[in-house]
């Protein structure tokens, strides 16, 4: 399944620890979902935005990192 134009606010933890899933934004109309997997994979992009000098693409904010740590 594929879900387009969704923006991960959270991971979802078990009582173990582990992450199980993530809360997400639906942008077309504002609704919140969990998806929910036995493995979860960021691949949310760069932070090249951290920094107030930089070429990277206006998206590049590293919420994904932030999420992890």
Do not use: K, P
């Amino acid at each position: 399944h594929f879900h387009i134009e969704y923006f991960a606010l959270d991971l979802l933890m078990n009582d173990d620890g582990e992450c199980a899933g993530i809360i997400a934004l639906c942008m077309e109309d504002g609704t919140l979902h969990r998806f929910w997997g036995q493995q979860t994979v960021l691949a949310t992009g760069g932070y090249g935005r951290v920094y107030f000098s930089c070429t990277s693409a206006h998206t590049c904010t590293g919420d994904g990192n932030a999420m992890a740590l």
